[in-house]
């Protein structure tokens, strides 16, 4: 078991090591001069030398590379450019956020979604199952803009339940409950499709499997076989499938942030970006993929404890 | 659904072959397809929105960047609606379903773009990656790298390095297009170098070139071809979304994406002016992810359960 | 109109529903504002979103009254100004602390002042402090302001923000991270935290009385707690106002005003002393746009009435003239010749300057199509300068739009890589608005028209120096005709002062300087 951890540990080294190369380049192409958009349109040349030397600008490429690594692995992630925070502070801040939004976003979602998939298999070619196979569809066909905006028009303007400005405070206060459930509603909503069709298929094909024909010929009730055989092998590709879905639950929670004001990673990419800040969107560019290897990575260990054709 | 089912088919191994087509199923699969009502009605909407994007120059009653005094006026159906505006007018007074067509072929222009690119790329990496074992290992760490960015903040890093533009999203598209269709390109290309017509050609004494053109390229490319497809659906809505997000075409062009987002500020006063180009957004992808998926359906059996 | 209609059936459901909408917290208040910024350190940022909360945070020398024009003390009780005009005496009040409880002296005010006129601080806005000669506190409570050369606006600009006085050691303390981790002034309210682009918290200074005496109080602050809250998106603004999530808000657009003045819960606070124009620059030294011919073509092509009642829904002023004729020092006899929408004669003029219509319905000249580049921020400025595109493109002019982040523009419009850019300013006379823009010294920015004009700057220098009213009026008078006639800029319009407050406050007047309507902040308190 320990073999499989640590291999999949090795494996994941030059990944890591290619996205810091890919956040080292993404500086190094950035439009212009660094140093020129640190001192700002008013510098002097001198400033501007001043500071290309102090962010290592004038060295060969290789070696400020080689500092890079080394104020990495330091967790030195530079200073915003326009805030002049830590970039890492800066991170601090919207990482909890964006956790609260994406669990609360899943917590709901998944085991609505599993439920609904699970319903369509054992109803399967039945109206339900197509009913809920096309919901699922247009699920995710549906542009998370749209429900984001749908979803203020409806539960906060014309029934004012839930406030859409920013996160007035945790998720545990009652404001801030109140702040977080139409994000993470929203959000939520583009998980349910994949979700269900996934968890659709597997159970199908769990069904088929031997030990579950036995149990059945054993005269176990159709909802026992189910529950106990069926979707507990069945719900191995979904948890799967939940890992590699946070990168995209990553990409929507970047236009929720922005439609909710709230102060998550999303927002914080998408306000860096835009308004040239390259250390902090570097930061937060490399931060989403340290945290999509790191939920894979789980995904993988996890997969191997539970599937004993992978653990041979 | 094409994301989740290019995740899980990389992710897991029991279904990492699915996308495999065997020769019988191929039989007759169009005329399979239409069957499937569901799968025909999408097909007929997808073709009359390619239709209305190609020529809208000719159907189109206005042009697309003129405004007008007649601001915000609803669609022809309501009570307040004009004539003159079928679909109404935005908040510059400009014809929303002239802009519809010139939005929609802007916005299917870069879904084909981003999905040809992506596809071409990613799967001549993937095909190569399978036929050089030693290239395998490289290419799919290299692979892992790029699929660890999510496309819309691939999209706007590329915007911060380019600039606002449809390039940088089409390029942003394809980068994130390519791990997927590499890996199922790798899938389809390990099965299609275990049959025997490789070992075949090898003894023969065929060229790796030739191998490589004439066996597996030949034998590999339709099943690629319709996992490609498969992705048009999300695509287009990450292309959408990003127009959205203030990236993409520049103002006056018009872009469903973008017209939703501008709508957004009328919300309140003129919903139609962000719904309609959301709701052809939403018609599209879900046009193209159900004639994907009845096509996926038809071509491989053993998901047609 | 359709949209009216329908917005007052929405108001009646709104209406209804308000009664669930959750009560707010006593004593804290919310204002919602659209962006942030950079930091709020007063010597280093011009912006109006550092201004507004830096207003509260910290105290100035003199204040502004809502008139916009009266002088009123704040930090300094008194002053006197020299026969010469070159030397001003202020008395520092006695008994003012600082947030962290230390009291404040003139050393202090001397210090805040030195630091901004400091070239090593790179303050945007020095030339607002005039040409000094040295400022220095011979003893606690006195302070000397002495000048090379008049400086008739002076105290207008003591008033602003940017001679916020601020604690010396926290300075030096802090460093690069001063106005960003924390802050110390005197203000009515104190810094408890900031999230860039999130919000900004600010806490009452207890045992404040230091007000300036426009208000009736003059501390301590009513609220115990401000949290300045940005909301990017403007019509989630105008909702947030609707639903009672947010008390005030300066920045609710245009398109829900109307609305908000027909809610019951909501009341729209204007004032009539607000001077702020949105005008297009021409960067004239480009080829595109470097004939004034084709800049008065521009000009006359726009319609600013369409677009002030089309995309601002009748709350702007259609802006011809570069300042408000409200302002102090317009000078009337121009109104007549103001340029108006008039697009025959715009092709006319175009015609005579030899751009000439092409097959394509295009302007061209020596096989060069008129297409000037207009770079602009995103959001409102966008939608006008879209409609500005088109506009021209009626007469063949084929303008290019390239928007950008408000961050990105600033540094963007001190190059010279456009031919059109746009901005809003606030003032309060004309010689505050021309010595800001039409000064050869201030190229590139804010003089980013590149407009170089040696007669212009020796007329500015003699309004700024002038010590009667009637010489500056005829000095700053001649520049106007001037710049009017080279058709510097294009005018948009002239923005009111709005501000959308809940009717649960207390009823206030708007202030309007630098644009910050709510100015320190003493007057806001929840009706009981």
């Given amino acids: ?312 | 659904m094409t994301m989740t089912s290019a995740n899980a088919a990389s992710a897991a191994p029991a279904t990492e072959d699915a996308d495999q087509v065997t020769a019988p199923a191929r039989a007759h699969w169009f005329r399979r397809l239409l069957r499937d009502r569901a799968a025909a009605l999408a097909l007929l909407t997808l073709t009359v929105i390619i239709l209305g994007a190609v020529f809208a120059p000719w159907l189109a009653t206005h042009d697309p960047a003129s405004n007008s005094r007649s601001i915000m006026t609803p669609p022809v159906w309501s009570a307040m609606g004009e004539a003159e505006h079928w679909l109404g007018t935005d908040g510059q007074g400009r014809d929303i379903y002239s802009r519809l067509l010139y939005g929609a072929r802007l916005t299917l222009l870069i879904g084909f773009l981003a999905v040809g690119l992506g596809g071409f790329i990613g799967s001549l990496i993937g095909l190569m990656s399978a036929f050089n074992e030693k290239l395998d290992p490289i290419v799919m760490r290299t692979m892992d790298v790029l699929l660890s960015f999510p496309a819309i903040l691939l999209g706007l890093a590329l915007v911060a390095v380019m600039g606002q533009g449809v390039v940088p999203v089409v390029i942003a598209l394809s980068v994130s297009s390519i791990p997927d269709c590499a890996r199922v390109a790798r899938g389809i290309a390990i099965g299609v170098m275990k049959q025997e017509f490789i070992e075949a050609g090898r003894a023969v004494g065929l060229s790796n070139l030739q191998l490589f053109q004439r066996y597996l390229v030949r034998n590999a490319i339709s099943s690629i071809m319709i996992f490609i497809s498969l992705r048009f659906g999300q695509t287009i809505l990450i292309g959408a979304t990003l127009s959205f997000l203030g990236l993409g075409a520049k103002p006056p062009a018009a872009e469903l994406g973008m017209m939703a987002s501008q709508g957004r500020e009328f919300l309140l006063f003129a919903p139609h002016i962000a719904v309609i180009p959301s709701v052809v957004i939403f018609v599209i992808v879900l046009s193209a992810n159900v004639a994907g998926d009845a096509l996926r359906d038809v071509l491989d059996p053993r998901l047609q359960a | 109109m359709t949209a009216k209609t329908r917005s007052i059936r929405a108001g009646l459901g709104i209406a209804t529903a308000m009664v669930l909408a959750l009560p707010a917290a006593a004593q804290e208040l919310t204002i919602i504002r659209n962006q942030d910024s950079n930091h709020y350190d007063p010597a280093r940022t011009a912006a109006l979103s550092g201004s507004e909360v830096l207003f509260m945070l910290a105290d100035t020398v003199v204040g502004l009254d809502e008139d916009m024009s009266t002088i009123v003390p704040h930090l300094a009780s008194s002053w006197e100004i020299s026969d010469d005009a070159l030397t001003y005496t202020f008395t520092i009040k006695e008994g003012v602390t600082f947030c962290d409880g230390k009291p404040m002296t003139a050393e202090d005010v001397a210090y805040s002042l030195n630091r901004w006129y400091d070239p090593e601080t790179k303050s945007p806005v020095r030339w607002r402090m005039g040409d000094v000669k040295s400022i220095t506190a011979p003893d606690a409570t006195t302070l000397v302001y002495e000048l090379n050369e008049p400086h008739s606006e002076l105290l207008y600009q003591l008033a602003q923000s940017f001679g916020s006085v601020v604690d010396k050691e926290t300075v030096e303390a802090l460093g690069p991270d001063f106005g960003v981790t924390g802050f110390n002034g005197t203000g009515p309210f104190c810094w408890e935290s900031w999230t860039p682009r999130d919000k900004m918290v600010l806490t009452r200074h207890e045992g404040y009385t230091w007000g300036p005496t426009n208000y009736e109080n003059t501390g301590p602050a009513q609220v115990e707690k401000v949290t300045w809250q940005i909301v990017p998106e403007a019509a989630t603004r105008t909702v947030a106002m609707l639903t009672g999530q947010g008390d005030i808000s300066p920045y609710v657009p245009y398109i829900g005003v109307d609305k908000l003045r027909k809610a019951p819960t909501v009341d729209i606070v204007e004032s009539n002393e607000a001077f702020w124009t949105n005008y297009v620059g021409f960067k004239i030294t480009k080829d595109m746009v470097g004939d004034v011919k084709v800049r008065e073509a521009i000009n006359l092509a726009v319609n600013q009435e369409a677009m002030a009642e089309d995309l601002f829904f009748g709350e702007v002023e259609p802006a011809y003239s570069y300042i408000s004729s409200g302002a102090l020092d317009w000078d009337e006899s121009l109104d007549d010749k103001l340029l108006t929408y008039d697009p025959e004669k715009a092709a006319a003029l175009l015609d005579e300057a030899g751009w000439t219509l092409n097959s394509a319905g295009k302007r061209e000249k020596d096989g060069v199509v008129l297409s000037p580049l207009a770079i602009t921020f995103t959001g409102e400025w966008q939608t006008t300068v879209e409609a500005v595109q088109a506009d021209l493109l009626k007469v063949g002019i084929d303008m290019q739009i390239e928007p950008m982040d408000a961050t990105v523009y600033w540094g963007k419009s001190a190059t010279d890589d456009f031919d059109m850019y746009v901005m809003g300013f606030p003032y309060v006379s004309a010689g505050d608005a021309l010595n800001l823009y039409f000064r050869s010294s201030n190229i590139p920015t804010p003089n980013r028209m590149n407009y170089n004009d040696p007669k212009t700057d020796e007329l500015l220098l003699t309004g700024s120096h002038a010590t009667s009213d009637g010489d500056r009026a005829a000095a700053y008078g001649e520049v106007l005709a001037t710049v009017h006639d080279e058709a510097i800029w294009l005018p948009i319009y002239h923005k009111p002062m709005q501000i959308a407050v809940s009717k649960k406050m207390k009823p206030f007047e708007a202030h309007n300087i630098y644009g910050a309507g709510l100015y320190k902040g003493l007057q806001l308190g929840f009706a009981d």
């Avoid at chain 1, 962010?55 to 400020?64: A, F, I, S, T, Y």
């Avoid at chain 1, 539960?155 to 404001?175: D, H, K, N, Q, S």
């Avoid at chain 1, 993470?184 to 031997?210: C, H, N, Q, W, Y």
């Avoid at chain 1, 579950?212 to 106990?228: D, N």
């Fill in chain 1, 1 to 312: 078991m320990l073999n499989v951890i640590v291999q999949r540990l090795i494996l994941s080294i030059p990944v890591l090591f290619g996205v810091m190369l890919f956040g080292f380049l993404l500086m190094q192409v950035v439009p212009g001069d660094p140093a020129l958009v640190v001192a700002g349109p008013s510098a002097t040349p001198d400033v501007v030398a001043a500071i290309r030397e102090e962010m290592g600008l004038d060295k060969p490429v290789l070696v400020q590379f080689w500092g890079y690594l080394e104020r990495m692995a330091q967790g030195d992630l530079g200073r915003s450019m326009i805030s002049n925070k830590a970039v890492t502070e800066e991170l601090g801040a919207a990482l909890g956020p964006t956790l609260e939004l994406m669990i609360g976003a899943m917590i709901w979602s998944v085991p609505v979604g599993i439920a609904m998939g699970t319903l369509a298999a054992v109803l399967r070619g039945s109206l339900v199952d197509r009913a809920i196979m096309a919901l699922s569809v247009a699920g995710v066909s549906l542009p998370i803009f749209f429900i984001s905006l749908v979803m203020i028009q409806w539960l906060g303007v014309t029934y004012p339940i839930f406030t859409f400005i920013g996160r007035p405070g945790p998720w545990y206060t009652a404001e801030g409950f109140m702040g977080l459930f139409l994000p993470a509603f929203s959000l939520g909503l583009i998980l349910i499709g994949p979700v269900a069709r996934m968890t659709r298929s597997s159970v199908l094909e769990v069904l088929k499997l031997d030990h579950v024909r036995t149990a059945r010929a054993k005269g176990l009730s159709e909802t026992r076989v189910i529950l106990a055989h069926g979707l507990r092998n069945a719900l191995i590709p979904v948890i799967t499938l939940v890992g590699l879905q946070v990168g995209y639950l990553l990409g929507g929670a970047v236009v929720t942030e922005t439609i909710f004001s709230w102060p998550g990673l999303g927002r914080l990419a998408v306000g860096a970006i835009l308004s040239s800040d390259f250390t902090v969107a570097q930061g937060t560019i490399m931060l989403f993929a340290l945290g999509f290897i790191t939920v894979n990575l789980i995904v993988d260990v996890l997969y191997s404890l539970l599937d004993p054709r992978v653990r041979k």
